[in-house]
């Protein structure tokens, strides 16, 4: 296992080759042999294959990214009351889950069920990639997966047979995110040290260089997660968590 | 790997027995090998083994629970935007993270890197047990971890050798979370269909009748997870968010 873990690279070019029915059984049961909060596991894991929901959910949802088609399985991680809600009221019992704790808990039980099927892919010899525009698009991936009231997108995992081998990307030093017995906070000494190796990089240097910016700092700031971009996905994203039904704090 | 995944149980015994700093440095090391976004690491690890502090968030965060206390180690994984804002400030370059799709997808990989460290544990024949009530007393959790603004708790982990052997819980079927290709919604007979299994285990049945509830649905809307307790804790839960600097839409 450990190797599965310790080895992970994300993939996003894949081989031309479905993945088994039995295969993908076996990573859906990883997922939901996943810990999940009073094991009412609060998520759904939609898999999509269809190549034209790919295209899709590629040009509206995920920026346009290749991976998404060309992957053999689209797996789209969501929150889920809906069911429970409607067992709940079957059983002739209100269900009070209308509301952001219940929207968090959820979100958390869908991640930790995602990287369960993650590990389990990558230990089948599966290559993976999580989408962060899942978070952004939110109306969009509603839309064309048909996801009702009470239903949220939380993240999505392509999935197949790697066609590349990427190298291990780097990671800040252990002590850069462990604290001792409480959090230790940082002084610039100490962000200067942490982020010295990253910077010094020549991969990194070579980006700063390419992107014309006078640091890395500077990319994710401006290039990549800019202010707008994040002010304005936050406003959809929090709408869109209202129009679901989990803002009712009443 | 697959077994650490297909054989999981939660432990809330532990013997008395500490964890090597080797051991916990592996599974710390596998929490930060996970799939984060942009690699920014938006999260930190706090590491609590004193018996003095694993006491304080036992009795003032995790409603009492004695595991907190004798699990050699509680793992507190927090969204953590405090360290990247430094950096980019001491790159002469404003961050623009102070917002809810920041906090969200810090979350997100927050929890990624918790069911990593879970799954590399267990596979290290350590135990492990989330803990949900992260989720309802923030406040307190950051003021005994001393968390800064810019970080937030998401989940707690105990970690620890198991002195049980609970047999393992159960789970829907597959096709009860699972939709193909996109959402299929559920009918009354499909609801009735996929509890049946679960609401006729002689456990639940008894759990029931103690409970002097009419069905265990019930259980969860009024005993467990009541709408009152949800609304309360959906309120301090987003006040602590906007508190910590995570709700500045503008």
């Known amino acids: ?4 873990i310790l080895n992970h690279v994300s993939i996003r070019k894949f081989k031309n080759e479905p993945i088994s029915k039995e295969t993908l059984d076996t990573v859906l049961e990883g997922a939901i042999r996943a810990s999940n909060t009073g ?3 609060w998520y759904s894991i939609v898999v999509t294959t269809e190549l ?3 295209q899709k959910l590629r040009k509206e949802c995920h920026f346009n990214q290749a991976m998404i088609e060309e992957a053999p399985v689209v797996l789209t991680f969501c929150a889920d009351l809906n069911r429970f809600n409607k067992w709940c009221k079957l059983n002739n019992t209100e269900p009070g889950y209308d509301n952001f704790l219940s929207f968090y808990t959820a979100s958390i039980d ?3 069920a995602a990287q369960n099927a993650c590990i389990a892919a990558e230990s089948l010899g599966l290559g993976i990639c ?3 525009t899942t978070n952004y698009t939110a109306p969009k991936i509603i839309e064309i ?3 009702p009231k009470d239903v949220f997108p939380v993240t999505t995992v392509v999935l197949g047979y790697p066609d590349e081998t990427p190298t291990k990307t780097d990671r800040l030093l252990l002590e850069a995110v462990v604290h001792d017995e409480v959090y230790c906070d940082y002084c610039d000494e100490d962000i200067e040290a942490l982020y010295a190796e990253k910077e010094n ?7 700063v260089k390419i992107n014309g910016t006078n640091s890395l700092a500077q990319i994710f700031t401006e290039k990549r997660y800019s202010k707008q971009n994040n002010v304005a996905f936050s406003k959809t994203l929090l709408d869109e968590i209202k129009k679901q039904g989990f803002m009712n704090q009443e």
């Open 1 to 4: 296992m450990n190797n599965a």
């Open 39 to 41: 094991n009412m596991q």
């Open 52 to 54: 034209a929901l790919k």
């Open 110 to 112: 869908a991640t930790i």
């Open 130 to 132: 999580y989408l962060g």
């Open 145 to 147: 997966l048909n996801l």
């Open 201 to 207: 990089m020549e991969f990194y240097k070579e980006l």
